[in-house]
């Protein structure tokens, strides 16, 4: 997890995402389940995994109400063959799998979450083995991608790497030849400094060099940018990014040769010294929340004030229901083997469930449970595009059309909305 959007603005909340990927209780890999007889009991249930307490815990609000409001909408249009579809009671704690254990014993068909991405094995493991589906709005770590569960779980939010191509795009569009990349040692910056170097050559630039540093002890890595005089330099961090780009200001490397990926997006201001970030260009993934999907928010939550992670959220439980609607089935595993079809995407050469053998044609694209729900009764296929934007789930779960808000900080160190990028693909 990355990103922080405010309903009156937009700031970056980052926090190293360390994960350790081991052998998995889970049975299985990551190809979808295979088409399975109807075994549910005829109600949805929806369950919740809210893992963000003290500083963090901002963050349940908007999934909740998120989730809230996609529950209602769902049940306005007839909820899942003529039952309203169930929200089970939520909780939070920093204890994953016992949330899991939990929403197992509520009979939960399809749960949404976790936020950390560290605490995703444990809901895998314990979800996957009663067959019930998982989708996290906001895990973001590529190990996740590989991680076996049997084809229990999918994220509706783009692994870190996803940035890479873009974060070269935007060197490429001012005209940069050369890059050099400085990142911060971790999972987080060695997975997505490789992959940025990977689309640099691939892009036809040279990554001159790229240099990890620990927070606090970025100095070497920028005087290591300034001696190859890149055209551009990418900066990959989260806590120590403040840290690296005093280092790098220091050593004489302006504002514009800088671009930023999420984990180091913020609203530096006085933190940094003047225009020491004029005309730096930032990632922040996603996209920003319409006036309308915020409005909807509200009205279910009057005192929200942050939208992270909303719109994933309140697309991975549309496409969990739509899923059960094209399955005609509620349970985990007939919701695990429609959702790639519902999401418009594919699992290439990896088995998975047709949504119903009446479904056919080029996919309908729609936005939302009601018009997709129509499209799925008249025997179409669709493509849900939602919130987020467009999902397309692979055979990994994992979302293959991530988008990106493209902010470029003025004098003050304060960045504003300048544009939008897209990639084609989560992972490399």
Known sequence: MARRTGLRGSAVWGAAVVLTVGACSGSGDNARTAPVEASGDGTLRIGLILDNTGPQAFLNAAQLAAAKLAVQEINAAGGHKGRPVELLPETTEGDTGAQARKLVDAKADVVIGPTDSSRAPAAIDVLSKARITLISPANTAPELSSYKS???YFRTA???IAQAPVLVKLAKDAGAKSLAVVYEDGSYGQAVSAAVSASAKAGGLDPVTVSGFK??????SAAAARDV?????V???????QGAIAELTNAGLPGNKLILGDGAFRQYGSDLGSKSLEGTRALVPGVFPSAHFQAELVAVDAGLKDTTFAAETYDAVNLAALAAAAAEDDAGASIAGTLISVSGGSSGSRASASPSASLSGEPAV????????AAIRDGKAIDYDGESGPVRFDANGDVTAAKYMVFTYGADNKAKLTGSEAAGRSAG
Request: charged share 25%; glycine share 12%.
């Open 215 to 220: 927070a606090g002890e970025a100095q070497k």
């Open 366 to 373: 729609c936005s939302t449970y009601k018009d997709c729900l």
């Open 235 to 241: 900066v990959i961090a989260r806590d120590g990014a």
């Open 158 to 160: 783009a692994a870190d």
């Open 229 to 233: 005089a890149p055209d551009a330099v």
């Open 150 to 152: 049997g084809g229990y």
